[in-house]
């Protein structure tokens, strides 16, 4: 069975950091041959990519994080992360990442960015 489980959101203040984890679990390979996404979706809005990693570790950003934010990925721990540093009130969302291959999401992981 495959599954997506992010996790390490939570509340912060503007201008605080956190760092989002996402674990796979299933078919051995899949991850590391698979992109990797990071999305999020804040009330009202559609939902948005942030940032995404490729199977050979290029990387890219949406302009709104861009400088503010790392992905990166542990093939050997199935696990992808995303630190966002410098972080600011329209941040607040669901994140949620995505294992491209097969078009699978995470239940997603709550940041608020509120003092």
């Known amino acids: 069975q495959v599954r997506l489980v992010e996790s390490g959101g939570g509340l912060v203040e503007p201008g605080g950091s956190l760092r989002l984890s996402c674990v796979f679990s299933g078919s051995q390979n899949v991850f590391s041959l698979s992109k990797m996404e990071w999305y999020r979706q804040a009330p009202g809005k559609q939902r948005e990519l942030v940032a995404g990693?490729?199977?050979?570790?290029?990387?890219h950003y949406a302009d709104s994080v861009k400088g503010r934010s790392t992905i990166s990925r542990d093939d050997a721990k199935n696990t992808l992360y995303l630190q966002m540093n410098n972080l600011k009130p329209e941040d607040t969302a669901v994140y949620y990442c995505?294992?491209?291959?097969?078009?699978?999401w995470g239940q997603g992981t709550q940041v608020t960015v509120s003092s």
């Open positions: 990693i490729t199977s050979g570790f290029s990387t």
């Open positions: 995505k294992l491209v291959l097969y078009s699978y």
